[in-house]
């Protein structure tokens, strides 16, 4: 928009304000000029220039100026106590503006000019300043029809209070004059509705309330207490502080205060003693001066220690809190301060400043007249009646900056002057960029901005898409808010031995162009104001160790809770979960709880005792078969084998010794095959024994029926033929039962938790259950039919005496596996299997003893009764 059109509308909006009502418009759009009526008279600097850039200083403390001067006649407002750092920070604008003008690779051929005002602390004469520079000073206003021109200022450095600030911004970012704050730290500042043309190079209060946060984290501290004033400044940053904390998940707030303009002791008493009672050690202030003091009088006057202050940057480096009264409280604050920079040649630029420089007539509003003024104590002619009566002294102009003490030459720590340094010279890249367009390229419609047709709208474009580098190695770039890319240094008050207070930098936060945050302190420099010369411990309730989850206590900040262990599978590795996790299905929780571990597995081992001592046993039952085996075998044509069939007998032998090697099978990790292939193995085994024995009992029942007359022909039907099928006929049976089972319901491998959560049980699942009970179904059968025929034959004469044996064997067999089903049932896990290999081995060795134990006495020991006389139980008797 042209200059002129701002100044016209800026004429006929501004009445309707009570900060611009001085502004009036003469003649309307249509007319050739406007006249300004009145003029507001306000503390400057000026200097001529192609593009003049505009400032705002506070260069006095307050203002006796009224609201009334606006629609009275106008006077000069009376500014009062000089602000010697508010001036440096005015000529260093100006030092600024000269080293560009001095730059040939910058701004070449375009010679910068300023316009520097006072705000003198006041919010309607900082809002006037303002709408000055915007609009002008001239006289008279020669409007041109196409409303083009330079406007009177392209961009605007200040202004330095966030308050100020937003007053300015609400109206300047109307017509895109681009504002560039230096010291307004306000985050409502970077809605870029409500101020579109506001940039700053300090960090917002946004990244100042991030900061503390890292710094919070840091150190392990979780539990604070927070204080801000009543003021936009102050309120926004509670605002924020509560959610970023929360949202960061950095600690909770015990409790915020809101300290209050004026002398107000009560309130403050109130307020320490909050901070007193409260179990927080960290306390965190954004206030300003006035505050601190009022607070920090009650401080000392409960004698409050113990705690750890943590100042904003706006306390951080004040030296009215920096004295020996405080120093054993305040000792071993953190604080976040503005960056500090170098500017080289500053200095000797400060030491050239001289009114004549400025202005020869030394008029009345001249800024630098008004520092010559304070820093000699003297006043330039004409001077106020009767002051030289009163022993002020007339200054000559010849005074020697040299010659004083003047905290205008002390550039160790050059703070907002950086920031300062940093917005001139953001504002003449700006424009260089603008002025080095190429009309290929040019943004707005194929056209480049010149000087004679610039529209602030284009400076503004530039200036959000500036990036360069200062001489101190700091990057300079506006992100979407306007705001720069934010550095701030960490400081620690050191108290020393004289009482008094210094502060040392200790460490640096910044935000990177990648939006990472950054924190470095140097943690041996720091000074801690406790006995243990260690930082202190701020929290409200103990972190949970790993193994522990927390539980927030009701009514409570999140940050005030329990420590619960975690239950059995579930752990927590990391200090203050909020939860346990459960472990993976083949793990479970540590003793301690804080990691998985495998789960213990348990099946019948061979490693283990129980193992050994069965395996120790089937091997021994099988030894024994092989020993029978061969005595039988050896001794097969004695009487005693030949009479006992002997081919059955060695049939029986084969089948135990496969029963007691099946057991193994139940020994060790189950795997597939050896499920399918144990209870197969077990029933076939089991079975052919079973068969054998019924088989010979059906034999010795035959043979007794043939002894009696009439009854040789029932031996036809057993003869060996027929007793090798009957054995395999019944053998087929049980073997086609297992194929059925396998083929249909295969027994498998599974890993039990049901019995113990911190265990794995492996054992083999049957499938099924019919198949199962079809198999010992079929077992039971066959034992039931030898015993009954067996016990029918027990009685028979002493030459059949074999089926008393057989009778006694089967007993043995079933009571074994009668005995087994209700100890397999309820046994669990690999005590199952140890059942079943006890109720194998046990029927095998009872078979093996009850039917060969006496016939290898005989053949061993009794040789003499191993005779064919001696089996058909013929005995010599008396004549």
Not at 321 to 337: C, D, E, H, K, R
Not at 748 to 756: A, D, E, I
Not at 844 to 873: D, H, Q, W
Request: charged share 15%; net charge neutral.
């Amino acid at each position: 928009m042209g200059a002129l059109f701002i100044k016209y509308l800026l004429m006929n909006v501004y009445q309707f304000l009570i900060y611009s009502s001085f502004f009036f418009s003469e003649s309307s759009f249509l007319s050739s000029s406007c006249k300004l009526l009145r003029k507001f008279y306000l503390n400057g600097l000026h200097k001529p220039g192609d593009v003049i850039l505009g400032g705002l200083f506070e260069v006095h403390y307050s203002s006796s100026f009224s609201e009334q001067t606006f629609i009275s006649v106008p006077q000069q407002p009376s500014c009062q106590g000089f602000d010697i750092l508010g001036f440096r920070h005015a000529m260093t604008m100006a030092f600024a503006v000269d080293e560009i003008n001095n730059n040939s690779s910058l701004l070449p051929n375009v010679t910068l000019g300023y316009s520097l005002y006072d705000n003198c602390a006041t919010l309607s004469i900082g809002f006037s300043a303002a709408l000055s520079m915007a609009s002008g000073q001239e006289e008279q206003f020669v409007i041109q029809r196409n409303c083009s021109g330079t406007p009177p200022v392209v961009g605007i450095v200040g202004d330095p209070f966030s308050t100020f600030s937003i007053a300015a911004s609400n109206v300047l970012g109307l017509y895109k004059l681009p504002m560039v704050s230096y010291f307004a730290t306000c985050s409502c500042l970077s809605d870029r509705q409500r101020f579109p043309s506001f940039f700053r190079t300090i960090p917002s209060d946004a990244f100042q309330v991030r900061a503390m946060i890292q710094i919070l984290k840091y150190f392990g501290w979780t539990w604070a207490g927070l204080l801000v004033s009543d003021d936009d400044y102050g309120l926004h940053v509670s605002r924020s502080f509560q959610s970023d904390l929360t949202r960061s998940g950095g600690g909770c707030l015990a409790y915020t205060e809101i300290l209050p303009w004026g002398d107000n002791p009560t309130e403050y008493k109130r307020i320490v003693d909050v901070m007193t009672k409260s179990t927080a050690r960290v306390v965190i202030v954004f206030a300003h001066q006035m505050h601190m003091i009022q607070l920090m009088e009650q401080v000392v006057k409960q004698n409050v220690t113990g705690l750890q202050w943590i100042a904003s940057e706006a306390l951080t480096l004040l030296e009215g809190l920096q004295i020996s009264a405080f120093s054993p409280f305040l000792g071993g604050t953190l604080g976040i301060a503005i960056r500090r920079g170098e500017i080289p040649g500053l200095r000797d630029f400060l030491l050239r400043i001289h009114p004549k420089q400025y202005n020869n007539n030394y008029s009345e509003n001249n800024m630098v007249k008004l520092f010559w003024e304070h820093t000699f104590q003297c006043k330039f002619s004409p001077p106020p009646a009767g002051w030289v009566e009163d022993g002020g002294r007339i200054c000559t102009g010849k005074e020697e900056l040299n010659s004083v003490e003047t905290d205008l030459l002390d550039v160790s720590e050059l703070r907002p002057e950086y920031n300062i340094y940093k917005a001139v010279y953001a504002l003449a890249h700006a424009l260089n960029d603008m002025l080095s367009c190429v009309p290929e390229q040019a943004p707005f419609n194929g056209n480049c901005a010149s000087l004679h047709t610039l529209e602030l709208s284009q400076v503004m474009y530039y200036l959000e898409k500036v990036t360069f580098t200062t001489q101190f190695g700091d990057q300079v770039t506006f992100d979407e808010n306007g705001d720069v890319l934010p550095i701030y240094d960490i400081m620690n008050w050191i108290r020393q031995p004289d009482g008094n207070i210094k502060v040392q930098n200790v460490g640096e936060i910044k935000r990177s162009s990648s939006q990472e945050e950054e924190l470095k302190i140097y943690e041996d420099k720091i000074f801690w104001n406790f006995e243990s010369k260690k930082p202190p411990k701020s929290v409200c309730s103990e972190s949970c160790h790993p193994g522990t989850h927390m539980v927030r206590k009701k009514g409570e900040p999140l940050c005030c809770f329990y420590c619960v262990p975690c239950s059995e599978g579930k752990v927590s590795n990391e200090t203050d979960s909020l939860e346990c996790v459960s472990c993976p299905e083949d793990f479970w929780s540590s003793p301690e709880r804080d990691h998985c571990v495998p789960k213990k597995t348990e099946f019948l081992s061979y490693q283990e005792p129980l193992g050994i001592c069965l395996t120790v046993t089937s091997l021994l039952g099988t030894s024994i078969c092989a020993v029978v085996l061969g005595i039988f075998a050896y001794h097969r044509s004695t009487p005693i084998v030949r009479a006992n069939n002997a081919e059955l007998s060695f049939l029986i032998l084969v089948s135990l010794k496969l029963c007691f090697l099946c057991s193994l099978l139940f020994i060790g990790r189950p795997r597939l095959w050896t499920c399918q292939l144990r209870h197969a193995a077990f029933g076939i085994s089991f079975v052919l024994c079973v068969s054998c024995i019924l088989v010979k009992t059906m034999v010795v029942l035959a043979v007794f029926k043939a002894s009696k007359p009439g009854g040789a022909a029932s031996l036809k039907w057993f003869g060996a033929v027929q007793q090798r099928g009957t054995v395999f006929a019944l053998t087929c049976i049980q073997a086609a039962i297992c194929t059925a089972w396998i083929v249909t319901v295969s027994p498998v491998p599974h890993k039990n938790t049901q019995y113990h959560n911190d265990k794995i049980v492996y054992e083999c699942v049957v499938g099924s259950t019919i198949g199962f009970s079809a198999l010992l179904g079929y077992i039971s059968v066959l034992a039931i039919l030898s015993f009954m025929l067996a016990f029918l034959a027990r009685n028979l004469p002493d030459n059949f005496n074999e089926a008393k044996l057989i009778t006694f064997s089967m007993l043995i067999f079933c009571a074994v596996w009668v005995a087994f089903v209700p100890a397999y049932i309820n046994s669990p896990g690999k005590y199952a299997d140890a059942v079943e290999v006890f109720a194998i081995l046990a029927s095998s060795f009872g078979l093996l003893v009850a039917l060969f134990g006496p016939k290898c006495y005989i053949i061993l020991l009794r040789p003499e009764r191993n005779t064919k006389k001696s089996i058909m139980g013929h005995t010599t008797t008396k004549s």
